[in-house]
T-cell receptor, first 112, second 111 residues
Framework: SAVISQKPSRDICQRGTSLTIQCQVD?????MFWYRQQPGQSLTLIAT?????????ESGFVIDKFPISRPNLTFSTLTVSNMSPEDSSIYLC?????????FGPGTRLTVT | GENVEQHPSTLSVQEGDSAVIKCTYS??????FPWYKQELGKRPQLIID?????GEKKDQRIAVTLNKTAKHFSLHITETQPEDSAVYFC??????????FGTGTRLLVSP
């Protein structure tokens, strides 16, 4: 597996602002993913972030709203832009190792 | 795209009983099926997985079975304990290591 950390762990933001979430891994990994988990719901894949290439977004998610960076094999960021209360959720990064995925602790975002 | 259905949504058992959670998937190209346990306020934890070339896999009190023909897979927990109480998610991977998750099952094990 891997040790995965996220910052911040939680935040309260005003609508219309943006928040950047960081994900750090203790080893080099090719595949990183960003998920959203709305309160009491399942996990939904936002995008796949591979180093050296543009992120691949799932249906319903767009780059303008959720820009992603992947500058190296141990780090990625997800920005939630122009936030609205509907963006209140837990955002989790994960890493893929030999087909298995391991999750970070999540960032709990509340938009007021 | 892939769609994963999971049942039941809630499951209550007595300590020591067995629990079974079932999932179906739609994309025959999916070939990897993990199960995650998520305790309240915690991250999902991978507890067991199965690949499409295997029909069953066991790890102590938990086991997973896969029926590729029927496109369904199940999680079996035997001799349940209160610490097994959590939300369990199944998932299917249609490729590129992507995971599509089921809707989750809240398992409550009563002492």
């Amino acid at each position: 597996s891997a040790v995965i950390s996220q910052k911040p762990s939680r935040d309260i933001c005003q609508r219309g602002t943006s928040l950047t979430i960081q994900c750090q891994v203790d080893s080099q990994v090719t595949m990183m993913f960003w998920y959203r988990q709305q309160p009491g719901q399942s996990l939904t894949l936002i995008a796949t972030a591979n180093q050296g290439s543009e992120a691949t977004y799932e249906s319903g998610f767009v780059i303008d709203k959720f820009p992603i960076s992947r500058p190296n094999l141990t780090f990625s960021t997800l920005t939630v832009s122009n936030m609205s209360p509907e963006d209140s959720s837990i955002y989790l990064c994960s890493v893929g190792i030999n087909r298995e995925q391991y999750f970070g602790p999540g960032t709990r975002l509340t938009v007021t | 795209g892939e769609n994963v259905e999971q049942h039941p949504s809630t499951l209550s058992v007595q300590e020591g009983d067995s629990a079974v959670i079932k999932c179906t998937y739609s994309d025959s190209a999916s070939n990897y099926f993990p199960w995650y346990k998520q305790e309240l306020g915690k991250r999902p934890q991978l507890i067991i997985d199965i690949r499409s070339n295997v029909g069953e896999k066991k790890d102590q009190r938990i086991a997973v079975t896969l029926n590729k023909t029927a496109k369904h897979f199940s999680l079996h927990i035997t001799e349940t304990q209160p610490e097994d109480s959590a939300v369990y998610f199944c998932a299917a991977s249609p490729g590129f290591q992507k995971l599509v998750f089921g809707t989750g099952t809240r398992l409550l094990v009563s002492p």
